[in-house]
């Protein structure tokens, strides 16, 4: 026992803090309204100390926790003072609240045992739709953030157990679907009670002095844990430079620099030097650039570090206020994803320079939205779909397909409720062969996701990313497959741009299909097990034709085994071709493999 703390009762105090935040997570899970939240798991909870640090995380949307201390920095400066038994904060605007997006609401709720405080409990949830110039108030040709929807600063939505009925109705008034916003708000609700109950129980156990001073003794832990990770790394500076593709029918690349500076048990994180800030929905306000930093640090880092404050102390993150990573209000930020998960790949590919036999190649970049809306007897309907991609190759394993980014954490939304509910049918939703990027270790495969509109009109609205700049490979590994947009009307078909700046209308029996990015490989091809290869083959993941011209694996006819002979002749073959000359190869197969050429030409 150290300075008085049993590290059992750390343990056990650890874990129950982690219960609470899961309990929490599993009431919005079961009792929120909208699927964007209910199906797709858009949402996150967490708890807090008395001095609104982070001390516990559930196992929910990972983008969004490293977001909560700079909310918490808000609420202990602007209304610590103020608060009382049975008050609930809210918040949703990124500049004068702390947040990401407007899309995204938190809640917040002080806890008392008697008149002491002893900790908070957070929720927030992405709500499908908070007013705008857009249904679903994600709008990439927003110009400024007062086009994106209602701004709620930091103010009381519950005061001393009262609800402010005039909050919940102007909130409500403001969204397209106002029982949707109203039902999850109240998940949120009860999502921070159930947090007020655990840790209440945590305090009845403990004691308040107790539980106090456990909770700064996992800060502690958490810190010895990081800072002996960051330590084990050598030291020095690494740098790593990346792209999106750009927004509009003809876009420009927006780049962006991050830098790691490794000295003894302390990291810096700088990502000065990234592109200025746009005028369009994509700006990522600071708490994203923080909260993207947090998750790829502990993503590389490889430690199970409890998920407290305590854990950032080795950390420094620096910015260039005005850029793309730290907009000045009022920056339009709505889409602000599409470069949170590009960053969070960059991070990972620094890392790969410093620990390469820990970190995969890239993956998809990030769960691609498709928004659908429209009108139907009357009413306004609504899909907001985030169709979730691939992990690049791992140092000892393949990518893994049709998952969530690790930075998301997300679920597709089911076929079955998306028919059930709105006038739209899903005719394709599986994986793409041919679509992972080849290596001793494959990317995971891209997913293609297909609708029919079964109603008179419809618009659409886009985000994705990686059609020109794919998911880099490593270690020989070759990059993943393109993003693609594709909409079959009465004039055939059509390549729509990544991240189009307007919506697209559709008329009923109007198909649109969209294909993910397939991941990047790692390692050299020819490097790979012929019989790994062949069971590709068997399982339908990728086509003979690209065993035998990109992996140089040749089957007999029967294509059931490998013909040893012929493969090592293909290998020899194939290793006097460039890297970029198997890539242009490996993209032509995937373009033949899936009759896209027409779209491609």
Known sequence: MENGIDPVTLEIVKNGLSSVADEMALVILRTAYSPTVRDGMDFSTAVFDREGRTIAQSVTMAAHLGSFPNVMQRVMSEQAATLRPGDLLIVNDPYIGGGMHLPDIYMIKPIFVGDLLVGFAGATTHHVDVGGIVPGSMALHATEIFQEGLRIPLVKLYEEGVPNAALFALVETNSRLPSLIVGDLRAQVAACKAGERGIVNLVDKHGAEGFGRYCEALHDYAERLTRSAIAAMPDGEYIFEDCIDGLGEHPEPITFKVKLTIAGDDLEVDWSGSNKQVQAGINGPIASTISVTYGSVRSAIGVSVPNCDGFSRALTIKTEPGTICDPLAPAACAQRGIIVYRMYDMLISAFAQIIPDRLPAQGE???????????????????????????????????????????????????????????????????????????????????????????????????????????????????????????????????????????????????????????????????????????????????????????????????RTVDIERTEAARRKLALLSYEERGAVQAQIFATSNRLEAVFA
């Open 365 to 559: 970049g990030g769960p691609s939205v498709v928004v659908w809306s429209g009108q139907a007897d009357g009413r306004q309907w609504l899909l907001s779909d985030g169709i979730l991609g691939s992990w690049g190759g791992r140092p000892e394993k393949d990518g893994v397909d049709g998952i969530a980014n690790p930075l998301g954490n997300m679920s597709n939304q089911p076929i079955e409720l998306i028919e059930a509910r709105l006038p739209l049918k899903i005719t394709e939703y599986g994986l793409v062969n041919d679509s992972g990027g080849a290596g001793r270790h494959r990317g995971g495969l891209a997913v293609r996701r297909s609708y029919e509109l079964l109603a008179a009109e419809a618009q659409i609205g886009l985000r994705s990313d990686r059609r020109n700049h794919l998911a880099i490979g490593f270690q020989g590994g070759l990059p993943g497959s393109p993003s693609l947009n594709i909409l079959a009307d009465g004039d055939g078909q059509q390549l729509l741009a990544v991240c189009p700046l307007r919506l697209t209308n559709l008329s009923q029996g109007d198909r649109f299909t969209h294909i993910t990015p397939g991941a990047a490989g790692l390692g050299d091809p020819l490097t790979r097990e012929p019989e790994l290869v062949l069971a590709d083959v068997l399982d339908e993941k990728i086509s003979a034709e690209f065993a035998a011209n990109i992996y140089g694996v040749v089957l007999d006819e029967d294509r």
